[in-house]
């Protein structure tokens, strides 16, 4: 087989059998003699899909039976107005954002349509290299939620899994969970608002899966449009317009791939594994590479680092060098520039060795 080691940041990787699969099943799904994406939302075959993948994401976050899980469209993107669009009350109700990089800042400046935020934290004078103690972070008096992004994919940065333990008690907890969902294990039951798009460990672009507290969705007031309604997407499982089959198809296929490779303990292993040898490998390489986030908020999914403190001119060559040895979407995100190295679920840890030994033979000719 003639497979990429494809380390882009979204869509990403989906396991080799997870494709097989769907290329099994494409042209005649269960005896049906029709594909997946050929079928009826209603019907028999769709149901027991969207229910097997809601039961297995149940088992795989042992998601507790106060919350529901939804399948939405529009993008994580769509949540970032969706969540206060449902969750507050008023525009002048308060949402407290701890900014620590494009998609939390992204996601404060479009709340503003249905609240009043306040960035609690705003690392953008640093560059989002780092994150300031949460000592130091200044929450509102009695914000109705406290939005934070677990996993900036852009710019590298990391949160501890336990960091609501820093937020005011009173506040419901949201969390952007876009690019390290199902990486590791999560506490579910300390969040209110889980969200997640689908295209980076969960399946392809086209769905965001909401973890959602049921004793919320009373929040939700009748003004807002029922593809945006988190109550009427509850009601009824998704399903109150057409969602896109076939991506929950895939995700559901993606959850069975998880749970038979070690759920998310699994996951977390193997990332672990991954990033270390990665990073080792840029510390030790005596600044030919670096990466400059914090060591303490290192992201274990999307490694930025730059060659000799970001010479363009090597970086181009790096990029273009790697693709001829089938190493590919390793370039940083346009906003940031240097190299990006996303190492998603379904990275395989042989890839990171092939990037390795690459990256080892880059440095032996251009130092
Ligand atoms: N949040 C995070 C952490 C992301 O990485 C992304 C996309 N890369 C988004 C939100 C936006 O997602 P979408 O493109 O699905 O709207």
Redo the contacts with the bound molecule.
């Keep these: 087989m003639n497979r990429a080691h494809n380390f882009g940041?979204?869509p990403g990787s989906v396991p080799d059998e997870v494709l097989e699969q769907v290329q099994k099943e494409l042209l005649d799904y269960k005896g049906t003699g029709k594909s997946i994406m050929e079928m009826s939302h209603r019907g028999k075959e769709f149901t027991q899909v969207i229910e097997e993948a809601k039961a297995d994401l149940i088992k795989l976050l042992a998601i507790p039976d106060e919350y529901d899980v939804l399948f939405l469209q529009?993008?994580?993107?769509?949540l970032f107005g969706g969540i206060p669009m449902n969750l507050c009350n008023e525009q002048t109700d308060t949402v407290d954002f701890i900014v620590t990089g494009t998609?939390s800042k992204?996601?404060c400046a479009d709340s503003k349509y249905f609240c009043s935020p306040n960035k609690v934290v705003d690392m953008e004078s640093q560059k989002f290299l780092t994150v300031i103690p949460p000592e130091q972070w200044k929450f509102s008096e009695s914000p109705t939620y406290v939005h934070y992004?677990d996993?900036?994919?852009?710019h590298g940065i990391e949160m501890p899994t336990d960091v609501y333990k820093h937020f005011p008690k009173s506040a419901l907890v949201v969390c952007?969970m876009?690019?390290n969902f199902l990486s590791r294990p999560v506490d579910v039951s300390k969040f209110d608002l889980i969200f997640a798009?689908a295209?980076?460990n969960a399946g392809i672009?086209g769905i965001?899966i909401v973890i959602i507290k049921k004793s919320l969705l009373s929040k939700t007031k009748p003004s807002v449009p029922t593809v945006f309604n988190f109550l009427k997407k509850s009601q009824s499982n998704s399903l109150d317009n057409t969602p896109p089959t076939f991506n929950i198809y895939v995700s559901g296929l993606i959850f069975k791939w998880i749970l038979k490779n070690g759920g998310v303990e699994g996951m977390e292993k193997l990332r672990v594994e991954k990033s270390s040898k990665l990073y080792d490998f840029i510390d030790q390489s005596n600044g030919f590479y670096k990466c400059f986030i914090d060591k303490d908020y290192r992201s274990k999914m999307n490694a930025c680092f730059r060659i000799l403190d970001g010479n363009q001119e090597l970086e181009d060559k790096f990029a273009k060098q790697a693709l001829e040895q089938k190493i590919t979407d390793i370039k940083g995100h346009r906003s940031v520039g240097g190299l990006r190295v996303s190492l998603y679920n379904a990275i395989k840890v042989e890839s990171v060795d092939v990037l390795i030994s690459f990256m080892e033979k880059f440095m032996k000719e251009n130092s």
């Design positions: 940041a979204g529009g993008g994580a993107s769509a998609w992204t996601a992004c996993n900036e994919t852009v952007d876009s690019s798009g295209q980076k672009s965001t």
